[in-house]
């Protein structure tokens, strides 16, 4: 079952965030993700929920998933996101 995560991505600083892309990037690759989309100008349809930069990446499964979130090539990453970012994550999977 194929999941998806949905992230709500506001970034502080460009130019270290594009540390963490340049690191995440290969990281989503090896474990089968990869990038559906990122949109800085999203269509509100209904709603108060206006994401600055709608991000939305697919994995295998929750379970592929949760295993690059937990990895521990990735917590590095997560500490630079947060330095350079802040995000909304969400994740589903499809039956």
């Given at each position: ?5 949905v992230?709500?991505?506001?970034i ?13 990037t ?12 990122i ?5 509100v ?13 697919q ?26 970012s ?6 589903g999977?499809?039956?």
């Open positions: 079952m194929t999941a998806y995560v992230i709500d991505l506001n502080a600083d460009p130019e270290g965030f594009q540390k963490y892309i340049d690191g995440v290969p990281l989503i690759d090896k474990a089968g993700g990869r990038n559906l989309l949109d800085g100008n999203a269509l349809l209904e709603g108060d929920w206006r994401p600055a930069t709608l991000v939305i990446h994995f295998e499964s929750k379970a592929v998933l949760q295993r690059f979130w937990d990895s521990a090539e990735y917590q590095p990453l997560k500490e630079l996101r947060r330095k350079y802040t995000v909304k994550v969400v994740a999977e499809n039956a």
